[in-house]
């Protein structure tokens, strides 16, 4: 591959110091840069023609920041529009270069329209450098290049940026120098560079260095509009058209890596548009196939509507399609007709994404119904699936699916001889490259021991091109990218090698997120959220993407980043990714599924029932413990949910069983009234006793929640802080960003706030009230001096409580408020350092924790109660003693003691007599965490959990009533039957000889 953009940027200086722009190494002396830049770096007017013979000062900020370099002029095109060629400069340096850099690769082609490029820039008060992207675009008149920013966030192209190299992402090479930029209008976000065309006409020095865009495609598939390049499979191609055109449903079946999409892009596409009457149109099933199959029907429904309309539509017709309102053959027939076409071509790549993604199986069934249904009916849908061969099986184990498959695949093998010439010399020889003699055979030969490793065959010839000499790829470029069978490897270990020993940690983490583990199957690749690999993550996942190991995406539907294995063969290639897939997999497979549950969980409304149980929620328990920083957020919430679920289930079983065991041994009393009243006794004691370990260890239970709460608000604010947009300036994108983080973030916040802390005003708000104090500049540092501090250092965030002022009247008088006010109100800030490191803004937010709980009667849990060490009460069920001291409280004793023991480390339970002012007797469980206020440091708080006491002894008097119907129904029982056999003795006692009387009286009285 080309030199990475960052080996060749320079930064330009003024006399007075100042950077004033950018420019970029085209050889082992030479920098190319603005011929503007130059003169304001010389501090001489811009219309100068003279060339100046003045010295420029620059350096190479990524590579020997601050270590200048000397440079003089030797090409001079001033600015003049009148000119063929204008405002470009050539310099040769004085002094030889740091070890690291390395000239950029020129890329030359006709066509960049639609092309993702990167730049790195130093606009006004960005002296370090920061990176701007977007889509190339057409050329205007004087033959420049548009360019366009097409995202919300983020910087786009400035002053500051001229001379910078702009980097084309699709040609892998250095497309032209950003030259100027549109800044009349506010809302356009374009510029303009000057092409590596003209850059080469107009001085011929780069004619050497500069190649044309590579006909190869790497690990990428070959697309419609590559179809020039495409050699090989012209004879496979012929016969899908014929498919095509024979029938509704063709299958292109094949294993991973023999070309499946290229030949249905390149191949079978424009050979289809020539005819005139195709509408086509492209898409891949993914998690989400109703959504994704309308993403790509709708844009052809509703050609004058909106992005945005469009995107409320894609929604509506998923749901449509998966609630059977509607099918998809009525859709292509609307489609048709607006769009005056006689057949619609829908080409449904990696379809095998149906079986490794979409995990629904009803989903998957229905999704095969609704096409299953419209290519039968003989409409004018026409299919093509791409779909590796070992999920062929999973494809033909749905009937349906299976009998519409007979006589409708066509089978894709590996390239003969000839073909694989063809692929590897007509290309080069269309844009007049030379193959040095014997390197095709050398190739074809390496080639024939590894059968389907076409992508690996593509990506050392597009390393060869990029090592081209002279218009030739050579055997010794060959053999120094490791040809066919080590290249892929080779790179991939060497992009690898030089990540730092953290980032490789990183990568090792990055990578199996990316891949999906096979089950009977080849293991695949599978497209990641940021959030699934981790946003801190983000900064390295952008570097693999530069080094084209991975691809990131955009999904307009859910807003989210995305990011995936460049390509399959990089599974299968690289051993220390296949070795890190081998030491992971069980972990991987087990995440799979949660993930599957944790969507199931949301398909019903996050209804308790679909939480984790039993095996599956202690085998999560493990994971989380051994793998918490591998799991996103939303599946920490989804385990930690299941594991509250499952804790207080198992409390109302434990209480209901002793209620049970309690009633069970009062009946087994004697029935004596002393044995009554001590069942009693007994009864109460352990009702008592029962509900003071349950307030204990609610108690417990509310300070983990608040801990837990603390952190988790800690580390959303810490990331939230370092997000790109603070550094754009614009009070709308800080208004949006703040509105959709405080819906976020895992607590209830009632207020996040962005103040700017030079003016003490708030730039952006979601409350009235200010939150941050007037002495907030001091909190923190001025120059950052942790830039890549890591997000588990939470000293930079300031914790202070919010008590309330003024109680309400109505609270104040009825001494029972129990509103939002009453709750233990945080208010956390972080500072926002900008990209130079100095201190900025302050990112804050006020949460409510621990909402009252009304404790009712027979419950497990306490009101909660958060006193400090001090003693001030900082959350009660009663409003009006927020923010009272102990000492002012009738039970000031007892809350000394309680407050005692508690920093001591004990966690128990105390009686408390005055809680509320009516004097009712009350039961307080209570232990102690650290305080998180940063003012009290070392310090502690109190946590109370608080009931009644005749809550706490809710059921005895069932009991009680229990014990006396069953003594009532034991006496009556026993006297029934001391009746029964008295009267029986008696009866037979009458039938005896009066002789025996006696005797039976005596016999009697000897049996009693």
């Known amino acids: 591959m080309a030199a990475p953009l960052e080996s060749s940027v320079v930064r330009i200086y003024s006399k007075s110091g100042k950077v004033v722009g950018a420019g970029f190494l085209v050889s082992s002396k030479h920098v190319l840069t603005c011929a503007h830049v130059v003169t304001d770096a010389l501090g001489i007017p811009r219309t100068t023609q003279q060339q100046p013979d003045g010295v420029i000062n620059l350096d190479f900020p990524l590579l020997a920041a601050k270590q200048l370099f000397v440079a003089k002029v030797i090409f001079w095109q001033p600015v003049n529009p009148h000119k063929e060629f204008e405002d470009i400069a050539g310099l040769e340096l004085e002094t030889a270069l740091p070890e690291t850099a390395q000239p950029s690769q020129l890329v030359t082609s006709e066509d960049l329209w639609g092309h993702p490029f990167r730049v790195l820039g130093f606009p006004a008060g960005q002296p370090n450098g920061v990176s701007a992207s977007g889509v190339l675009r057409g050329r205007i008149a004087n033959g420049w290049v ?159 509507m909106s992005e945005t309309d469009q995107l409320v539509e894609i929604n509506k017709l998923a749901t449509a399609f998966e609630q059977e309102n509607i099918t998809l053959q009525d859709v292509v027939a609307r489609i048709l007709e607006k769009n005056s076409s006689t057949h619609l071509l829908l080409v449904a790549d990696q379809f095998e994404e149906l079986y490794t993604l979409c995990r629904n199986a009803e989903e998957r069934q229905l999704f095969l119904e609704q096409f299953l249904g419209a290519v039968n009916n003989k409409s004018s849908l026409n299919l093509v699936l791409t779909l590796r061969a070992d999920f062929l099986g999973y494809a033909l184990s749905y009937r349906p699916f299976a009998d519409a498959l007979q006589n409708a695949d066509v089978k894709l093998g590996p390239m003969n001889i000839r073909e694989l010439r063809d692929a590897i010399e007509k290309p080069a020889q269309l844009l007049g490259v030379r193959i040095e003699e014997g390197l095709t055979e050398r190739i074809l030969k390496d080639v024939e021991k590894e059968p389907g490793n076409l992508p690996l065959l593509e990506f050392a010839l597009t390393l060869l091109w990029a090592q081209q000499r002279n218009g030739q790829m050579t055997h010794r470029a060959y053999e120094h990218i490791g040809g066919v069978e080590k290249a892929l490897t080779r790179y991939a270990e060497e992009v690898y090698g030089k990540l730092s020993e953290a980032d490789k940690q990183v990568a090792h983490q990055v990578f ?149 065991l309690s009633r069970l041994l009062l009946i087994s009393v004697p029935v004596l009234l002393m044995g009554v009243y001590t069942t009693y006794r007994k009864a109460r004691s352990t009702l008592l006793e029962t509900s003071r370990q349950n307030l204990t260890e609610s108690a417990v239970r509310q300070a983990e929640s608040i801990q837990e709460s603390i952190i988790a608000l800690q580390a959303n604010l810490v990331t939230a802080s370092k997000a790109t947009v603070f550094q754009s300036g614009s009070k709308d994108a800080y208004q949006r960003f703040i509105t959709q983080l405080a819906g976020q973030l895992p607590t209830q916040i009632q207020c996040v706030e962005l103040s700017d802390l030079n003016t003490q005003q708030a730039l952006a708000r979601t409350c009235n009230e200010p939150l941050l104090p007037k002495a907030a500049t001091k909190l923190w540092p001025q120059q950052q001096s942790l830039p890549n501090q890591d997000i588990s250092k939470r000293s930079q965030v300031y914790v202070a409580t919010r008590l309330p002022v003024n109680p309400p009247v109505s609270a104040t008088k009825k001494g029972n408020s129990s509103d939002s006010t009453s709750q233990l109100k945080l208010l956390l800030s972080v500072p926002v350092y900008d990209a130079a490191g100095q201190l900025r803004y302050a990112l804050s937010i006020q949460s ?139 009866s037979r006692s009458k039938n005896l000889p009066v002789k025996w009387k006696l005797k039976g009286w005596k016999l009697k009285k000897t049996y009693f």
């Open 146 to 304: 548009q360019l366009e920013d097409v995202k919300q966030p983020g910087y786009r192209l400035e002053p500051g940026f001229s001379g910078a190299p702009v980097w084309d992402e699709e040609l892998q090479g250095v497309a032209g120098m950003a030259v100027a930029a549109e800044m009349n209008r506010a809302d356009v976000k374009a510029a303009f560079i000057i092409p590596t065309s003209i850059l080469v006409s107009a001085w011929s020095d780069l004619g050497e260095k500069a190649i044309s865009s590579c006909p190869y495609r790497g690990l990428f598939a070959f697309r419609e509009q590559d179809a020039k390049f495409f050699f090989g499979r012209e004879a496979f191609t012929q016969q899908l058209v014929a498919a095509v055109q024979r029938q509704h449903l063709v299958a292109v079946i094949g294993s991973s890596g023999s070309g499946k999409s290229s030949v249905v892009f390149a191949g079978l596409i424009p050979q289809l548009r020539q005819q005139g009457d195709w509408l086509i149109n492209s898409f891949r099933p993914g998690e989400r196939p109703f959504r994704n199959l309308a993403a790509t029907l709708v844009p052809l429904l509703e050609i004058q």
């Open 848 to 986: 409510a924790l621990l909402p009252p709980e009304q404790a009712k009667r027979g419950s497990l849990s306490g009101k909660p109660v958060v006193i400090n060490q001090a003693g001030t009460i900082l959350t009660h069920p009663y409003l009006e003693r927020i923010g009272k001291n102990i000492n002012q409280e009738a039970d000031a004793e007892a809350l000394k003691t309680v407050v005692s023991n508690a920093i001591s480390g004990r966690q128990d339970f105390q009686h408390l007599f005055s809680f509320e002012k009516n004097g009712v007797e009350s039961l307080a469980g209570y232990t102690s965490i650290s305080s998180p206020i940063t003012s009290e440091q070392g310090q502690k708080w109190v946590i109370l959990a608080v009931t009644r006491l005749e809550s706490a002894l809710y059921g005895l008097k069932d009991i009680q009533q229990f014990i006396m119907f069953a003594t009532c129904g034991l006496i009556t029982f026993a006297f029934l039957v001391a009746l029964y056999y008295s009267h029986t003795l008696s």
């Open 512 to 660: 199996i997120q990316l891949v999906y583990p096979g089950e009977g199957t080849q293991d695949t690749r599978r497209l990641a959220t940021r959030a699934e690999v981790g946003e801190n993550n983000w900064n390295l996942v952008t570097r693999l993407a530069n080094a084209r190991l991975v691809v990131t995406g955009y999904d307009e539907s859910t807003s989210e980043e995305t990011v995936e294995v460049v390509h399959e063969a990089l599974i299968e290639g690289w051993e220390t990714l296949r070795q890190w897939i081998k030491e992971n997999r069980r972990f991987r497979t087990w995440q799979e599924r949660l993930r599957e549950l944790r969507r199931q969980w949301e398909l019903t409304g996050k209804d308790d029932g679909a939480l984790l149980r039993g095996v599956q929620l202690t085998e999560a328990e493990q994971w989380h413990q051994q793998r918490l920083a591998e799991l996103s957020i939303e599946e920490r919430v989804f385990i930690q949910l299941s594991v509250a679920l499952r804790d207080r289930e198992k409390a109302e079983q434990n209480f209901l069983r002793r209620l049970f």
